[in-house]
Nanobody, 119 residues
Framework: QVQLVESGGGLVQPGGSLRLSCAAS????????MGWYRQAPGKQRELVAS?????STNYADSVKGRFAIARDMNRVYLQMNSLKPEDTAVYYCNVDLKVSAVARYLEVWGQGTLVTVSS
């Protein structure tokens, strides 16, 4: 059983900052890519940022220069600066992992954390 637990969402004023955290726990053999997605009301879920096991990062154009993704062991973080109202969404952690050496990679999702940017 593998679980992703997210934290750090909340209400912030435009221009403010938030830091999201996601911790993977359970029977984990190895972790490949980790990332953050978001889904705004009435919109499809979209990739915000991802980071490979080697540390290569990828960002959505809308957040480049404002957001930064990092990872440490079984945790992934998303530092969000200069937040805008259009960043308002539920943010989901996403991890590709194996539960054993011979298992395939599984895609696991967190429960989501709400980020609201409003004055």
């Amino acid at each position: 059983q593998v679980q992703l637990v997210e934290s750090g969402g909340g209400l912030v004023q435009p221009g403010g900052s938030l830091r999201l955290s996601c911790a993977a726990s359970g029977s984990i053999f190895s972790i490949n890519a980790m990332g953050w997605y978001r889904q705004a009301p009435g919109k499809q879920r979209e990739l915000v940022a991802s980071i490979t096991s080697g540390g290569s990062t990828n960002y959505a154009d809308s957040v480049k220069g404002r957001f930064a993704i990092a990872r440490d062991m079984n945790r992934v973080y998303l530092q969000m600066n200069s937040l805008k109202p259009e960043d308002t969404a539920v943010y989901y952690c996403n991890v590709d992992l194996k539960v054993s050496a011979v298992a395939r990679y599984l895609e696991v999702w967190g429960q989501g954390t709400l980020v609201t940017v409003s004055s």
